[in-house]
Each structure stands twice: as C-alpha cells, then as structure tokens.
C-alpha cells in the first residue's frame, strides 16, 4: 500500500503541475526524433541529455523518459509509410505495417501501432513498479563477486541476442566495449592505464560521447549511404475506430506486453528483440498465420507492444542494479548519474520516492503518446517530408555540439567523430554495436568488481565459482557459450528433428 500512494503521489504532483507541459512537449520531441529515418531513441536520448545540465534533477529524467518512449513508437510511423524502421526497435512493425499502408488502410495501422505502443507501456510500466522492489531487495544480497559475473553475464548474453547468426561477432563487440573502457585512470589507484602520455587519454572516453559517436555519427553515415525513400501517400482515416478495437485483442497486447517486459530486464538486449519475439510469439499463435506477411493488424500490434513494454523493462536493471537494459537505457543511466542520482541496489531505500516517481513518469509519457499519436496522425506526416540532406547536417552538427558541451574538450568532439568510424566500419561488417556500447557501460563495474573481489580474498578466484548467486551467474555465462558454438548447435538440431520425428510416428 505504501508503494501505491507514493505512486498516486506522484502521478498528481506531475500531473497538477507545470511538468505536465513538458511531458508533452519532450514526448512529441521523442516522437518526432522516431520519425525521422536514420535517427535513434540513443541518439535522442543521447543529444537531449546534453540539452538537461541546467534543469533540475527530477525535470531532466521526465525529460529523457518522454524522449525515449516517444521515439520507440514514433519509429513506427516510418516503418509503416516508408518501410523503413525509423529504429531497430520498430523493424518487426515493418512486415506488417507496410503492406496495411500499400492497401489504403495506413491510417488503420498507425492506430493499431499506437494502441499496441501505450499498451505495452503500461504493462511494462506495471512490471516496473512490482518486479523493481523485488529485484533492489534481492540485489542487496550481491557482493562484488556477484557484481563481476553479472558484468559478464550483460555482455555474453547480449552479444548473443543481437547476433543470432554469429554470437562470436557479438562477443567481440562486446569485449572490444570492454577494452575501451579500460582506457584511463583506474579508480583504486588512480594509476593510466593505456594512456601512451597522450594526457587526454589518463581521463579515459567519455561515455555520451562514445554513444553519440556510436549512434549519431554511424546513423548519418548509413542514412547518406542510402536512397532516398518516399511516403506512401493516401488517406488517414478510421484512426480512432480501429484504436478502439485493438483494445479487444487482449491475448495479443497482454502476451507481447509480459514479453517485451522480460526482454527489455536482459542486458543489453532491448526494444528490438521484445518486439521480434512478440512478434514471433504472435504468429505461432495466431488462427490466421497466412495473413502475416501481407499485413496483419494482429502481428503489428504484437510488435509494436512488444517494443514500448521493453522501455519499463529495461529501467528495471538500470533503477536496481545500475546495468542499463537497452542502448538508450545506457544513456538514460548515464544521465542519472550525471545529475546526481545513484541508481542500484539501495534505491528503494535511499531514493523510494525518486523510483515511484519515474514510474509515474513513465505513465504520463504513455498518456501523452497516446493522445499526440491518435489527434496528430496527419500533421506528424509532414515530418517526413523534410529532405534528408539537410536533416543529416543538422544531427552531425548537434552531435559535435552534444559531445563539446560535456566537458568543453575538443578531445571529446575526436572521440565522438572516432567511434562513428568504427560504429560505420561495424555495421558494415555485420558486427552489432549494443554490445560494444554495453561494454563500455559495464567495463567499469566489472573492472572494480573483479579486483575488489581479489583484494578481499588475497588472490583467490574461488569464491567466484563457490559462492551459491556467482556459482549460479557463471553457470549461466557458460551455458549460453557452449550452447552458442555451432557444433553443439549443429547437434541440438539434429537431437530436435529426431525427437520431433518420433513424436510423429
């Protein structure tokens, strides 16, 4: 009950105050940010959080909330007219929306999609207000050991995730991440490590800039790389007709929105993946599987559920444990700690009312998406009629400004144009950025964690392997390693096919 009150707290204190002005304001700037083919929640997040220095604590987080949220249901809107996911996140609305769109029905789809999107935000939102207390409490019993393999456990399971066909690709990304972090002073001794008495280096590479460079910079590369795109023109209408019937579909949204919850808790995994397995879930389930494809109301909203169910999700690691669940929660956490806040296991000790408050954040950035999503269908579309080339300059220009105004370092501007190279120099070679951005989120923990633990236990590495929560974490780290090499993959398969078989016969 106590939770609940401070919950219904804030949700008035918000919503009877000024802030509600900007609730909506960021969350049609995220929504807009979404829009835009080649732009990202990350970038968003990431360009906005340069943006927040001056405002205060509790102003800055909405901020960035609303941002992050409307930017994974406004990638929906690109994804149904252009066909071109306006994030990752939104690549499962594609295969659906697109063809509703070519029907004459695109008014139809981006209801549906907003439906599913403030649906799934409310079923994350819950899992966030039940599963976080638990978790911050469960988390009380890590120490450094557990910390180290929780580290470990973000990186190998994400690079797993986000490179299905090739986990070693992930895993290098994400241990390169890993290596870039260890650039600098470490925080027992103060010592430079891989500076090479190149003094900018002793204070190793900032993390907005890193993601921005990693996000912003390789976006614009990619996008300049590709043809231009055209809308599929026609007229929006039965918006509010079909919002209305999607909410009758509850197998649908409740199932895509426990999915996109799970899946936005894992590491490093995030939007894209909550919505591809919604997705999928949907279609094994569905009574009408020969629509999927050609352009199924039921498989967008699946989709669409799935990925805004994975925002609340992933703030349940980055508010409990300071482990970010998704790329642009790894900016959010970033922001947190950049304004003062200590996200981690004591949160519900020290800082209950900040928790409750974010979740009632994230509420109204729900509403909002809702109410912008359904009155603004057709003004939002002219959002997409603003020619790229200038659009692109304008994002590089903000992106140098964003990684200058963090510490005032030309250095930084370097390293922001730098890692944009490498995000560009990735992708093109099919090596997933998350887990390198994971990396450089994590490479801290784990660095502090793994030699705290072996100036506890003077050397020892035992207790890593010993203590019943690490014994448990590394088990789990080994398994998704062995059961990713192809051989043992190769031989799961064959044992399935021969178990499906005899099931048969």
Avoid at 404 to 428: N, P, T, Y
Wanted: overall charge positive.
């Amino acid at each position: 009950m106590d939770g609940l009150t401070h919950f219904l707290s804030a949700i008035a204190e918000i919503g009877f105050s000024a802030q509600i002005i900007v609730v909506f304001w960021a969350t049609l700037l995220g929504i807009t940010v979404g829009m835009i083919p080649g732009l990202t929640a990350t970038l968003g997040v990431a360009l906005v959080t340069t943006l927040t220095f001056a405002m205060e604590q509790n102003t800055a987080i909405l901020v960035l909330i609303c941002v992050y949220i409307g930017a994974i249901y406004g990638g929906g809107r690109t994804a149904i007219l252009l066909n071109i996911p306006g994030t990752p996140a939104n690549a499962a609305s594609a295969l659906e929306g697109f063809p509703l769109a070519r029907k004459g029905r695109a008014g139809e789809a981006m209801a549906v999609a907003t439906t599913g999107s403030f649906l799934g935000s409310v079923v994350g939102m819950v899992g966030l207000a039940l599963v976080a207390p638990w978790l911050a409490e469960f988390a009380l019993d890590f120490t450094s050991f557990e910390f180290f393999w929780l580290a470990v456990f973000g990186i190998v399971l994400c690079g797993q995730l986000t490179a299905m066909d090739d986990a070693l690709k992930g895993w290098i990304a994400g241990f390169f991440g890993l290596l870039v972090a260890m650039v600098g002073q470490e925080s027992i001794h103060a010592y430079a490590r891989f500076s090479y008495g190149i003094r900018d280096l002793e204070g190793g590479f900032g993390l907005l800039p890193v993601l921005v460079g990693a996000f912003g910079c390789t976006e614009v590369f990619i996008v300049m790389r590709q043809e231009a795109t055209r809308a599929v023109a026609g007229k929006v209408t039965g918006v509010f007709r079909s919002a209305l019937s999607s909410f009758g579909h509850a197998r649908t949204w409740l199932r895509s929105g426990f999915i996109g919850t799970f899946m936005g808790v894992v590491p490093g995994v995030g939007e894209d993946m909550g919505a591809w397995v919604s997705y999928a879930a949907a279609k094994r389930a569905s009574k009408r599987k020969e629509e999927y494809g050609q352009g199924s109301t039921e498989g967008l909203l699946a989709a669409e559920t799935g990925n805004n169910a994975a925002v609340p999700g992933a703030l349940i690691p980055v508010l409990t444990l300071a482990i970010p669940g998704s790329a642009p929660a790894a900016v959010l956490l970033a922001a947190m700690i950049i304004h003062g806040l200590r996200p981690g296991p004591l949160i519900m000790i020290t800082q209950a009312d900040f928790f409750y408050s974010v979740v009632a954040m994230v509420f109204w950035a729900s509403c909002a998406m809702l109410v912008l999503g359904l009155l603004l269908t057709r003004p939002l579309l002219l959002i997409l009629r603003v020619r790229r080339e200038w659009l692109m300059g304008i994002i590089f220009v903000l992106c140098t400004v964003g990684a200058f105004a963090i510490a005032g370092r030309i250095f930084d501007v370097w390293v922001m144009i730098g890692f944009g190279l490498i995000g560009f120099m990735m992708r093109e070679a099919g090596f997933p950025v998350a887990p390198m951005i994971l990396g450089v989120v994590l490479g801290p923990i784990l660095d502090n964690n793994l030699r705290r633990s072996l100036a506890l236990t003077q050397g020892d590495p035992l207790p890593f392997v010993t203590r019943p929560i690490s014994a448990v974490i590394a088990s789990l780290v080994f398994l998704i390693i062995i059961f990713s090499l192809p051989p043992v993959r190769r031989r799961v398969a064959a044992f399935r096919a021969r178990f499906a078989r005899g099931g048969a016969q």
